[in-house]
């Protein structure tokens, strides 16, 4: 019943449709390695990693190297990785404590916001509300397939807000098209070149 609800949405709305799929699809697989392909302007591009939140409007992968959230709107196709056995949801072989049923029942809001599995599990969040627990975390954004920004994220409220060398700028969420985060090599080399063409130009 519930395919058959997708299929007939995806009939009248693609857009909603692709969208219910996707979240449906990265629901089965939290936990488990899926790879993805996904368009960044005119290109096309290809991430494998583990699914770690699923959101309303993005999915966030993690691997030994980096985290990455990308939007749902510029994913193209996702798929369980070859060679890879997958396995029934977690969800199913959770452990239910007394203390954490208590908790709650009597406690939900105070309980479920400390815990970002039991989030997962209640809501769905947004993207802007996801990187809202990601500040002064230092990453990529890409907003096609030549421009991006590189900055530590500083607020995400009405806009993202990225902190560079002192400096603030903000961004709209409709114009982010893939975010990852920067290993400390990556920005050390970034503030030496920055540096040395600072020293060039003086």
């Known amino acids: 019943m519930d395919r058959a609800n997708i299929f007939h949405i995806s009939q009248h709305n693609k857009k909603r449709g692709k969208l219910l799929t996707l979240r449906k699809f990265f629901k089965a697989k939290r936990n488990q390695q899926v790879e993805v392909y996904f368009s960044i302007g005119t290109e096309s591009h290809y991430k494998q990693g583990k699914v770690s939140t699923v959101g309303r409007d993005f999915v966030m992968l993690t691997n030994l190297k980096e985290r990455v959230w990308?939007?749902?709107?510029?994913?193209?196709?996702?798929?369980?990785?070859y060679g890879i056995p997958t396995f029934s949801n977690t969800h199913q072989h959770y452990l239910y404590d007394n203390n954490l049923r208590a908790k709650l029942l009597r406690q939900f809001g105070e309980t479920v916001s400390k815990r970002d599995n039991l989030k997962q599990q209640f809501f769905e969040e947004t993207l802007q509300t996801n990187l809202n627990t990601w500040k002064d975390t230092w990453v990529n954004i890409w907003f096609d397939e030549k421009v991006k920004k590189l900055g530590k994220i500083s607020s995400s409220e009405e806009n993202l807000t990225i902190t560079m060398?002192?400096?603030?700028?903000?961004?709209?969420?409709e114009e982010i098209n893939?975010?990852?985060?920067i290993r400390w090599f990556s920005l050390f080399s970034y503030g030496f070149k920055h540096y040395k063409n600072k020293r060039t130009a003086t």
Request: overall charge negative.
């Open 178 to 181: 893939y975010i990852e985060t």
């Open 165 to 173: 060398l002192g400096k603030k700028e903000e961004i709209a969420f």
């Open 70 to 81: 990308i939007p749902y709107t510029v994913i193209e196709s996702a798929n369980i990785v």
